[in-house]
């Protein structure tokens, strides 16, 4: 039994929440063959994910690097699946009931409190993104997916913060898919991630989202990732958190 809320990073994405008998992973990843013709092959091997019966799970966004769609599907067999409700109708036809929610409504997860709020994915309105506040025990975290820059950061830290910990993308990758191709990072860079967090009031930065996949020139990660987010961390007085997969942050 955990009487205090505890937080591990997982890989790339990933991260899992616990308190008491609630286990809640926010999107999880382990099947990555599927990811090898853009992202490229994974540059270390990704861990099962541990999910026994109960866990519950949310998803940022249907990206397949974010909703691996056969463990979350083994995770729905026992639990519940957050998604924001533009998401439902898609995971319906791949045979997944979620739980739909609109930006800015919480619902309960045993004794965990989950609200989607604003992200804003690359690619525009073809793919719908949020971010989760997660709340348990006195602490609350924010799970920011893989967004970009946006100006919502200060309206979230009004409604919703501050933060224990905010967990952001830094792998700033240049992404060139067929119809998407351009020079700019599709997702936040190491100094981005730490002025979100900043701006959200977040005491420490975890930094998420990189490391495992590169894949040049279709998939390109930014280089010095944990140098440069440590010294912008540095250079912003907040405490940046280097993670290793499967490692505690609080």
């Known amino acids: 039994m955990t009487s205090t809320l505890s937080v591990r990073r997982l890989a790339w994405a990933g991260v899992e929440i616990r308190l008491g008998d609630t286990r809640l992973l926010i999107d999880p990843l382990e099947n990555v063959a599927a990811l090898a013709p853009v992202m490229g092959p994974p540059r270390r091997p990704v861990d099962p994910v541990d999910a026994p ?5 949310l998803i940022t966004h249907l990206h397949p690097d974010h909703y691996d769609h056969d463990l979350i599907a083994r995770i729905a067999a026992t639990g519940t699946i957050g998604c924001h409700t533009p998401s439902a109708v898609a995971l ?35 793919c719908d993104q949020v971010a989760w506040v997660v709340e348990g025990a006195g602490r609350r975290i924010i799970h920011c997916g893989d967004t970009q820059w946006h100006g919502s ?4 830290a009004r409604d919703h913060g501050p933060f224990d910990v905010a967990f952001v ?11 998407y191709a351009a020079n700019v990072p599709a997702t936040m860079t190491p ?18 989202h990189y490391g495992l996949f590169h894949n040049p ?3 390109t990660e930014q280089p010095d990732i944990e140098q440069r987010f440590r010294h912008a ?7 940046a958190a280097i993670v290793a997969d499967g490692q505690p942050v609080l």
């Open 233 to 239: 961390a540095a250079e912003r007085d907040i405490t």
């Open 191 to 208: 100094e981005q991630g730490v002025e979100a967090a900043v701006a959200l009031g977040a005491g420490t930065v975890c930094a998420m």
């Open 92 to 126: 319906h036809e791949a045979g997944i009931a979620p739980v739909a929610q609109n930006l800015g409504r919480s619902r309960r997860i045993g004794e965990l409190t989950v609200t989607p709020v604003t992200s804003l994915d690359w690619r525009g309105n073809d």
């Open 153 to 156: 950061w200060w309206q979230i």
């Open 169 to 179: 993308p830094v792998n700033g990758v240049i992404a060139h898919f067929e119809g």
């Open 53 to 57: 019966p109960g866990t519950h799970a």
């Open 217 to 219: 020139p279709f998939y």
